[in-house]
């Protein structure tokens, strides 16, 4: 595999700091390459700003159409451009954080906003000129993992849990950003209670955490229904007969 | 009305800048007071570090301790100081923001990652020492409201739109964050095809926001189930006998 692990945690010496290098370790023991975006450590900025996007502050800043123009000139910032190199050379995409307020820390929020632009992860059109998205995209034939610490514990988290049922708090990554480019996304490696750990603790999620990465290839995907599949009618909207009796985030799932 | 105005947007000439500009002058017209947190114009620092914290980085840091210890030394930087004030001093929230691959914009996500920390809102207990949260926290007896612009039309976020239903999307901020934190939260204003308005159009909305916004003492709050209220167990699961047949996000909605 060639991997770019995405990591968004400001402490190095922290369980997700452990996690992330052993991850690192095992997967470059067995021969896979990896590369690393440690947001932090790269002082990575997450605003999205007309700087970004080589936009004259002048101008009224549309974002999306800024964004395209500037990826089809060559005009992006390094940093972007950078990133987007990453994923390009990879076939494989780690993404790694602790859940803080049911998302993303905003470091990490903000690397897909940034970098995953109009032109570049969406407003693509396939070889027929049909829209795509959702199972076809710049990621298809890459396969994506979450891997995500949370403080609380799983029955938090669970189908009737307090907090909301975790599949369902990560579909906006999952489904909305990862799938939606077209990869194929695997089951998540959830480390609950992270907050309470014992070194022991970190070394059993270090193992599990490793038996998944070294699984990826053979890991079967969450079964999200593809966009172009024909599940959907021309409005983007689940056919009466697919699923007939649900509604919400998990109809979207075969 | 005590109005705190959280708007992130990188454009005051954008359809969200005219929501922003309008909804605020209707709210004083009617003499209501309103406060503005405008995180682009303000340069706000989304990315939770350890100077936010007056944290040592030769040491280890533990992000929900070390926000506690400088919250209860009076050792916060200034700029989350001069947020939690701003929440001190409203008796309503407003939250804006174009929603972008289904979340928050990075600068307001971070707005929530580094002022609502452990000790301010959440880790609290109440009067008789038990956890408090979910209808009763740092923002019992206030109210809070939404309004989210997206690109798509309505039916991408409809019950079997393949975006998601929206209040699932926005279940993380409305129900794990804002209500989580004691909030009375109203449904959101949620204005679709932001893409490619017309000035008609955005006359339109903003007017449809202004309503909403003057009537938001009278406006019932969306009925998510309260932690302390009965309908959970010791774990924090549902009962069995509340929403039977019911499991994921909505089962927390009565």
Redesign the interface.
Known sequence: MNVLWILAH??P??LNGHLAAEGQRALRAEGHRVEVSDL?AMGWN?????AGYAHDPAE?????AAAKQAYESGALSPDIRAEQEKIDRADTLVVQFPM????????L??W??RV?HQGYAYGLRGPDGEWIG?GDGFLAGKRAMAVVTM?G?G??Y????????VD??L???Q???LFYAGAQVLPPVLIFGA?RFTPGEGRTAAKELTERLLAIPETEPIPYRT?NGGD?DG????RPEVAPD???????TA
């Open positions: 400001p402490e010496r922290s932090y997450p605003v999205v700003d007309p009224r800043f549309q974002v999306a803080w307020w049911f998302g993303m820390p905003a470091i929020k903000g897909f906003d995953w959702y403080g514990p029955w938090f669970g189908a009737r849990g307090i907090h909301g049922a369902e708090l579909f906006p990554l489904h909305g950003t907050d966009q959907y409005n983007l909207v689940l649900l509604t919400g985030l998990r109809a979207h």
